[in-house]
């Protein structure tokens, strides 16, 4: 994943894009980087990383370090950006937020032809920042490049630029993926990821692009350069999971959205009389909270925290790369509360279950610490395929989720044709899956927030709603 800050004001800017930019450090673990334009100094750039430190350790000497009216800053899980990049068009400062999956195929095609050179990264792949640049590159104009690129590039592509003369232009991708807004203070525009980023900084919401849309401002106006299309996939797991609680996107709060999804997650329960009557509520910090509250509400059941993160010195920016590292510092940062566990049956509501890794060790956590039941239940359906739009569950392929995992189990390759049975808890297929993840998993109950379900707790039209990784549908 990955997340945006950028402004142009009539002074410094800097100040603004470092705590702006801070704010969407819970969207990517890796690298950050920040640019700027001065019209003395023309553009700058500062790019690290970030992954035993957060955004503001590597970044708080920027104030010294760069210097302008405009600056953008990202921060990511993948490719080190913004680039700087000397084109027809000028030179510019580039972000590009979202996902490449035929980039061999658009360097051949369109690249390699003209002499056309990628600097190699790490194991072999290519920064996909440089090569959405690329493609702009190809047409006469940023408007027309952007167009190139969103049509050309199998997958998403939001682009945020900084030209040569101060100017931020933003596009945001072509269905609408995922969010862009856009702030006005008195004294410039700003454009963010994140709805919350700018109203802190003092900017109030100005505009929400729409798909495809692509505007150009200054510190003194907005302008429209490409107008919105109308059909929209946004990201469904913007609310269940990675989007900030207090940030608000297609008009539709995060935190309004999870409690609500929890409420119709213990109408589900109570519907089939089970988890009737648990000792307490509590969810998978820090995600799954909202959608626990929401549970407890509905259930009349208490919400109680069994066990607290400990985020003092294992923070959420130190993100080990070995899954069994990463296993070993989410087992650190649990501290239980032994007179909220011990002979207590408890009921989870966990954001997602992807791999299920964390969650089991989670689970046997609780038992050896005196847990006499533990229910869990997951705010969004079963996840059948890795996200091909974002970079969100794209480590490894759909046979390392636990869904598709465990279907292959049960009955190997014909499985596949029964996906959608096996997603609905009142088919046989159904039952059957989450009865195995349970004994797999140690779990007393198991069960997943229906498509139905959750499509109602966001609220917005089926058709604007990327659901791909629930039930593969584009």
Known sequence: MGGFFGAVLKEDAISDVFFGTDYHSHLG????????????????????????????????????????TAAIGCISDYDPQPLLIRSRNGSYAIIFVGAINNSEELITRYLLGNSGQFLPMNGGGINNTELA?????????????????????DGSASIIILTENGKIIAAR?????????????????????????????GFEDYKELGPAEIVKFTANELRVLSEPKQEMKICSFLWAYYGYPTSTYEGVNVEVMRCRNGELLAEQDRKNNVAQ?????????????????????????????????????????????????????????QIPVP?????????????????????????????NNGAKEVHIRSA??????????????????????????????????????????????STERGKKLRDTICKKMNFTSLEFQSLEGIIKAIGLPKCKLCTYCWNGKE
């Open 29 to 68: 673990t890796r690298r950050a980087g920040v640019a700027a334009y001065d019209p003395e100094l023309g553009l700058q750039r500062k790019i690290h990383s970030i992954q035993n430190s957060p955004f503001r350790t590597k970044f708080e000497h920027v104030y010294n370090e760069t210097k302008g």
């Open 173 to 201: 991708d072509k269905l609408g993926r995922l969010p862009i807004l856009i702030g006005k203070r008195e004294d410039g525009f700003c454009v963010s990821f994140e709805s919350f980023a700018y109203q802190k900084l």
């Open 133 to 153: 640049a690329a493609l702009i590159n190809q047409k006469e104009s940023f408007v027309d490049g952007i167009k190139f690129a969103q049509e050309q590039i």
């Open 339 to 367: 007179d909220l566990i011990k002979d207590k049956k408890l009921l989870f509501v966990d954001d997602s279950i992807v791999r299920g890794t964390q969650l089991k060790e989670t689970v046997e956590f609780l038992y």
């Open 277 to 333: 009557d648990v000792d307490s509520v509590a969810g998978v910090p820090d995600s799954g909270v909202p959608h626990a509250i929401g549970y407890a509400n509905n259930a009349h059941a208490p919400y109680a925290r069994p066990f607290i993160k400990y985020t003092p010195t294992w923070s959420r920016s130190f993100t080990p790369t070995k899954q069994a590292e990463r296993v070993k510092v989410a087992k650190m940062k």
């Open 380 to 425: 969004c359906p079963p996840i059948m395929f890795s996200c091909k739009y974002l970079n969100f569950t794209r480590s490894g392929g759909d046979m390392e989720l636990i869904a598709r995992k465990t279907i292959l189990e049960l009955e190997g390759p014909e499985g596949e044709k029964h996906i959608e049975e096996y997603a609905d808890a």
